[in-house]
């Protein structure tokens, strides 16, 4: 009787230890299903399409670990390029935040604000968009503390490093993540060989060397790197920066044709854990 209950847990077992794996690839074509809907949305424009190209939006959030059941926070979306993707993706089952920039800072950022706030205020397409103050002093109050599971951010480590604020955001960032929560990073990316300049701030390339040293320093494991957004034609060393590239052409006419055949940067794409405890 005993060698038989034995031999059928153990006929078991393999069934057993598959559940979860099939949970997890459910969940995963899930997660995935919810980004194709998201980016083939009619909401977004011919122009924030052709980025997609670069930027690979289903593949990075999908390297992040997305899911749509998720609180997710963005830090300075800027004008919602990924917003218009994540929102309408958590929508009805998630949570979106954006951490947007401090509008007391100054009239631009008020009127910045202001735009984005109406811009996706349509709760149909894009659900409850939660737009919260982010910047110095206040970064750590974007959520409640162990309330999040995954924060993004998508260029803006050298505008942090440029203000000083990079060792109190990655803090931030560890603070309102649950135990296990996830930190994905994607930046316009410096080679490691170039020297550090003055604010770290390299016309938009940093190391990734440096993110990583400053995510460990608050207590972030590195789990994982990608090389989704890499571009080896980018040597990040331009006239006006990351800026002399597409989208933004700095220069205009000047040798437009060579730039836009490099295309946008070459960037780091890493996924930092917040260890469970």
């Not at 153990?10 to 194709?36: I, K, N, W, Y």
């Not at 990040?236 to 730039?259: I, S």
């Amino acid at each position: 009787m005993v060698r038989t209950l034995l031999l059928a847990a153990a006929l078991a077992a393999p069934a057993v230890l598959a559940a979860p794996a099939q949970a997890r690839r459910a969940t995963e074509a899930e997660a995935a299903a919810a980004l194709d809907a998201a980016i083939a949305g009619p909401w977004r424009s011919e122009a924030n399409r052709a980025r997609d190209q670069y930027r690979h939006p289903k593949e990075t959030l999908l390297f992040f670990g997305f899911r749509p059941d998720m609180t997710v926070v963005e830090i300075a979306p800027g004008g919602g390029w990924y917003t218009e993707i994540l929102a309408p993706a958590l929508k009805g089952r998630g949570q979106y935040i954006a951490a947007f920039n401090n509008p007391t800072v100054s009239p631009a950022a008020a009127k910045a604000r202001a735009a984005f706030v109406e811009r996706f205020s349509n709760r149909d397409i894009f659900g409850q968009v939660n737009v919260v103050n982010f910047g110095p002093g206040i970064m750590a109050s974007m959520a409640a503390p162990n309330s999040v599971d995954l924060v993004v951010t998508f260029r803006s480590i050298h505008g942090l490093l440029g203000n000083g604020t990079a060792d109190e955001a990655f803090r931030a960032f560890y603070t309102v993540l649950k135990p296990g929560g996830r930190l994905g990073v994607e930046q316009h990316r410096q080679r490691e060989d170039r020297p550090n300049l003055p604010g770290a701030n390299q016309g938009g390339y940093v190391k990734e060397s440096q993110v990583i040293a400053l995510a460990e320093a608050a207590g972030f494991r590195l789990v994982g790197r990608s090389e989704i957004n890499a571009n080896p034609k980018d040597t990040a060393d331009w006239p006006n920066g990351v800026w002399t590239l597409p989208p933004t052409l700095a220069l205009k006419d000047q040798d437009r044709e060579k730039y836009l055949a490099i295309g946008e940067s070459d960037r780091m794409t890493l996924l930092f854990e917040k260890p469970a405890r």
